[in-house]
């Protein structure tokens, strides 16, 4: 009962994401951490020496990021674990009560940069535009507690979809060309050992996350 009593919010948040799942209320979400995805491809390139070349979302919840250089071992391992630690650290950033503002207001700055620097396809273009925007007013019109919530609604529905999404790519349906084919035509092993390994990954993050971040009260207080 303390658990409930100390974390229903956070339950209930993840009762009525599971529950909206296959409808279009939860589509922005799953757009978002799309857009997380090729973003964390493209990151990997920079980092490892290489550049993006473009940045694409479509609502038919698919993407691509194209590259020039960089590792890629690296650049195709960074689509499902990096989506998985943006929303983990978003979600974690809720839970400690770090400047819930802030990081919304830079959230939706980065989907407009990328948006300017990156995106050549109008889905994309209205996606990140969208998104980044309605981002950048909720900074700034709404409570800081209504942004602490938002914040933990989109890291939540990451730490969801990205196992979720390592299962169907990569073990229930391994004939897709998904991240991890292409890493096991390009560097060795199977699609569903590279799926195995991230889906074992994503749920020690997940654990990580929660244990770390609850506490004994994870509850969002606004005032009266």
Not at 36 to 45: C, D, I, M, T
Not at 57 to 67: D, I
Not at 136 to 161: E, M, N, T
Not at 180 to 190: D, F, P, Q, S
Request: with cysteine; net charge positive.
């Amino acid at each position: 009962m303390a658990f409930l009593r100390g974390h229903w919010q956070l339950i209930a948040l993840t009762v009525v994401v599971f529950a909206l799942w296959s409808t279009p209320v939860v589509l922005p979400l799953k757009l978002l951490v799309v857009f997380f995805h090729e973003l964390s491809h493209g990151l990997a390139a920079v980092l490892t020496g290489g550049a993006i070349e473009s940045i694409s979302v479509n609502f038919q919840q698919g993407g691509e990021a194209w590259t020039r250089g960089g590792s890629r071992f690296v650049i195709l391992t960074a689509g499902y674990l990096g989506s998985l630690a943006i929303g983990a650290g978003l979600l974690f950033t809720a839970l400690r009560g770090w400047a819930d503002r802030a990081v919304l207001m830079g959230l939706g700055v980065l989907m407009l940069v990328v948006l300017v620097l990156y995106v050549r396809d109008i889905p994309a273009a209205l996606i990140c535009g969208a998104t980044g925007a309605a981002l950048l007013a909720a900074s700034r019109f709404l409570s800081a507690p209504i942004c602490d919530l938002i914040l933990r609604v989109i890291g939540l529905s990451s730490l969801i979809y990205v196992p979720y999404d390592i299962f169907d790519d990569t073990l229930r349906r391994a004939s897709l060309n998904s991240d991890a084919r292409m890493l096991a035509e390009e560097i060795g092993g199977t699609t569903m050992m590279w799926g195995a390994l991230w889906l074992v990954i994503s749920l020690a993050v997940i654990f990580w996350c929660l244990r770390r971040g609850l506490g004994r009260d994870s509850n969002v207080k606004f005032a009266r």
